[in-house]
């Protein structure tokens, strides 16, 4: 899957639009950038009513991954990483067995001030938005070393034996190289969540190169 860039519109928020409460849905592995798509399937009751009542109010759902680590009966939920990413439904589709078909645009990162109460089916926290946003401005140009990126790419893929159009990756913008890179590949929760706290694209594909080339030595593979 190729992860493009959206276009600032009419229906992109501006700081004053986002909301103090957001309902969020924790998945490992899952990465929503700013300004990048995720489709999600949705099945399961209770984020099926998320999204309907997100669809009602401002439709926003914050991506964030759980922490790893065995459950147990005095924590029956998962903690939380503190650093998130909202995303707007700018699409979705009904299906005949019942299911929502979603496409969430990264809209901006937060950070978690607090977790409410369970009052629904779903989890909902209280974001902080200020460290993040710059993220609602069109992200400037990111400068990379292309040769030094795409060999580190062929070699992980190489490495993990995974079947990837690398040329169709070649012809991407960088931007959105990085971003495809980052959101679809097997890297684990805390590599997921490394990039997703780098304070800058910039920053984030100097990570993402970091991450590929360790990825060549023994004992540092992707654990997804």
């Not at 062929?154 to 990837?164: A, C, D, K, S, Y």
């Not at 159009?165 to 012809?171: E, K, Q, T």
């Not at 910039?202 to 997804?224: K, S, W, Y």
């Amino acid at each position: 899957m190729v992860v493009e860039s959206s276009a600032p519109g009419p229906f992109h928020p501006r700081l004053s639009d986002l909301p103090p409460v957001l309902p969020v849905f924790p998945l490992s592995g899952a990465l929503l950038l700013p300004w990048s798509r995720l489709p999600l399937n949705i099945f399961e009751r209770r984020y099926l009513s998320m999204v309907q009542d997100a669809l009602g109010i401002g439709r926003m759902i914050g991506m964030v991954q759980p922490v790893g680590g065995a459950l147990t009966d005095s924590e029956p939920l998962p903690s939380l990483f503190s650093v998130g990413c909202a995303g707007r439904i700018s699409s979705f589709s009904e299906t005949p067995d019942g299911r929502l078909l979603i496409t969430l645009t990264g809209v901006c990162r937060f950070r978690i001030t607090e977790e409410r109460p369970m009052t629904r089916a779903y989890r909902m926290v209280d974001p902080d938005w200020m460290p993040f946003a710059d993220d609602l401005n069109p992200q400037p140009p990111v400068q990379v070393d292309r040769a030094r990126l795409m060999q580190a790419l062929t070699e992980f893929l190489n490495t993990i034996g995974m079947p990837v159009n690398d040329r169709a990756l070649a012809d991407l913008p960088p931007a959105d190289l990085i971003n495809t890179v980052a959101m679809t590949f097997p890297f684990d929760p805390t590599e997921k969540q490394a990039l997703l706290e780098a304070p800058t694209a910039q920053h984030r594909a100097d990570v993402l190169i970091t991450l590929l080339e360790m990825a060549q030595f023994p004992g540092t593979l992707p654990r997804q």
